[in-house]
């Protein structure tokens, strides 16, 4: 079957690969329709790695994916073959005691498609099939479409955070990075609260992007206007910052703009020689929380998209067909406009 494995930095290619003919009885055969490019992908392609997540063999990224069964299980009789399928990427162990916890995103054993974080890795969505457990399968409304569907991963991880953030009603949302993450933090956001959501970043389009979407401002902080525009809106700073650029001096330059006793939740990857301005946080007595992939919160994003309360695809800015996933890979790398590419097949 037609696969494009990463074997290094900038180095992906086209590999015929085994068809995973053997399956569990719990088991099904996945036929990818749709993948999302995630930062981290984007990461393993230019860096070859992500933290310490370091490939020790060639496999498939991509982990937002969707697609349709193309080989049944007797045990799941509602996945039916040709059933039109989101794929929760995420497979913990659940007998680990943060499994146990309800914590399932820190399972040290955790398995998750298109990941180097355990080995032997498993193949993500560049791959024209994979084989997951059915549990990992959930059945799509016929208005869901299957770029749709490969979007929920992300949805989940925002969710995720918004669940640390706690109750936002009443309460204004300041997020940096207008990204794919920060994009979906605006419109989950928005959900749940009608105070102002403002959204930050330095790229233009990502900031129209915001706009048509419908953020309260979508502001540069490189314009002079910037502190000026932001006070305005929230003369005693924002009660919640979700932070989802990952830039190493953000919280430094941002953190002015939190009313005390405010929260910041981390969803952007640091790194480990980020600054951090402990000064600040200890006399505004503010709350600092990292956030890391999901637990429940993927039903929740089902439950939001069969509800059409949120509409995924406003973040798509570019499609390729699934034999340009290296070009899709560059273009993700390298663009500035772009906030979400998908790969069709």
């Not at 494995?5 to 099904?28: F, Q, W």
């Not at 993500?124 to 490969?150: H, Q, R, T």
């Not at 637990?295 to 994003?301: D, R």
Request: net charge negative; hydrophobic share 40%.
């Amino acid at each position: 079957m037609k696969s494009y494995l990463l074997y290094g930095k900038k180095d992906v290619r086209y590999s015929d690969i085994p068809y995973p003919e053997d399956t569990a009885e719990n088991e099904v055969i996945v036929k990818v329709r749709s993948v999302g490019i995630c930062g981290s992908d984007i990461h393993y392609y230019k860096d070859g790695k992500i933290g310490d997540f370091i490939p020790k063999a060639p496999f498939a990224l991509g982990h937002e994916l969707s697609g349709e069964i193309e080989k049944e299980s007797s045990l799941f009789p509602m996945l039916k073959n040709g059933t039109r399928v989101s794929i929760n990427p995420s497979r913990p162990c659940k007998t680990c005691i943060h499994c146990k916890a309800g914590k399932q995103n820190l399972c040290p054993s955790m398995k998750y498609l298109g990941s180097a974080s355990v080995f032997p890795h498993l193949n993500g969505g560049f791959s024209e099939y994979i084989k997951i457990p059915a549990e990992n399968c959930v059945p799509l409304k016929d208005f869901i479409s299957f770029e749709m569907a490969a979007l929920l991963e992300p949805l989940s991880v925002v969710l995720h955070a918004l669940t640390i953030a706690g109750d936002l009603k009443g309460k204004s949302v300041l997020i940096t990075g207008a990204g794919t993450i920060g994009q979906l933090c605006h419109m989950a956001a928005a959900l749940y609260t009608s105070q102002p959501i403002v959204i930050t970043d330095i790229r233009t389009a990502a900031l129209q992007k915001a706009m048509e979407i419908g953020v309260t401002a979508a502001l540069n902080p490189k314009e002079p206007d910037f502190e000026e525009d932001l006070f305005a809106i929230a003369p005693d700073g924002f009660d919640i910052l979700l932070e989802a650029s990952g830039a190493s001096s953000i919280l430094t330059n941002t953190i002015k703009f939190i009313k005390k006793g405010g929260k910041v939740v981390q969803l952007g990857m640091h790194h480990d020689n980020a600054q951090f301005p402990f000064s600040a946080f200890m006399k505004n007595e503010l709350t600092f929380q990292s956030s890391f992939r999901f637990n429940q919160e993927y039903s929740l994003a089902i439950e939001l998209l069969e509800q059409q309360k949120i509409d995924l695809t406003k973040i798509i800015t570019n499609r390729f067909p699934f034999d340009e996933i290296p070009e899709a890979l560059q273009k993700a790398s390298d663009s500035i406009d772009d906030i979400k590419i998908v790969v069709k097949n």
